[in-house]
């Protein structure tokens, strides 16, 4: 079970962190990411990283302004977003799946997925 929470309403320019939380099983050996979508957009990929460690990767649309993490010990991923734009404005989602790579950004490779924390940015 992945379970969202942190997100909220904020001006442009600010922050706000996202944390998922992992429950059930362990996140050691899977890749974590995070979505997001609009009203009337499709899911998109944001950012995903490997739990146990490796480079993250990012949409172009946020690098330098989301930074993905994991910690271990709290079986949690997190999502620091930073300079906030109306643009953001969005549900984000937590996914997990078997491992990273390049084409990390396709929904069909992700298995499970949280119920989605709403960021609003005004």
């Known amino acids: 079970q992945l379970v969202e929470s942190g997100g909220g309403s904020v001006q442009t320019g600010g922050s706000l962190t996202l944390s998922c939380e992992a429950s059930g099983y362990t996140t050691r050996h899977y890749c974590m990411g995070w979505f997001r979508q609009a009203p009337g957009k499709e899911r998109e990929g944001v950012a995903a990283?490997?739990?146990?460690?490796?480079?993250?990767y990012y949409a172009d649309s946020v690098k330098g302004r989301f930074t993905i993490s994991t910690d271990s010990a709290k079986n949690t991923v997190y999502l620091q977003i930073d300079s906030l734009k109306p643009e953001d404005t969005a549900v984000y989602y937590c996914a997990q799946g078997p491992a990273c790579g390049s084409r990390w950004y396709r929904l069909g490779n992700w298995d499970y997925w949280g119920q989605g924390t709403q960021v609003t940015v005004s």
């Open positions: 990283i490997s739990y146990d460690g490796g480079i993250p």
